[in-house]
């Protein structure tokens, strides 16, 4: 079956930087867009990036532009979030995710599949 298995979450202070990996299993990983959501306590689950199977194009939240990159390596079936600069508005659970094909979807109900979810605190 699907699985993906995010790592690289934490507690960490504003400024400083983290990067998440997400790595997938059980499906031909260059058929899918991967994506990368966020919920903080309360709130509904929001987009924050993604990236075409080829790596060749990829999509980010206006929010995020400019401090997170996104990035995969397909001979590892890995998909990767750096997150710079971080606040602590960023605090929150992240998610990775899949669906099929090209088309980058921001809303969190067109992905198939999802992983566990990795927790990211940000002090101030």
């Known amino acids: 079956q699907v699985q993906l298995v995010e790592v690289g979450g934490g507690l960490v202070q504003a400024g400083d930087s983290l990067r998440l990996s997400c790595a997938a299993s059980?499906?031909?990983?260059?058929?899918?867009?991967m994506g990368w959501f966020r919920q903080a306590p309360g709130k509904e689950r929001e987009f924050v990036a993604s990236?075409?199977?080829?790596?060749?194009?990829?999509y980010f939240a206006d929010s995020m532009k400019g401090r997170f990159t996104i990035s995969r390596d397909n001979a590892k079936n890995t998909v990767y979030l750096q997150m710079n600069s971080l606040k602590p508005e960023d605090t929150a659970v992240y998610y990775c995710a899949a669906t099929w094909g090209g088309r980058h979807y921001t809303f969190y109900r067109n992905y198939e599949y999802w992983g566990q979810g990795t927790q990211v605190t940000v002090s101030s």
């Open positions: 990236i075409a199977g080829s790596g060749g194009s990829t």
């Open positions: 059980g499906l031909t990983f260059t058929n899918y867009l």
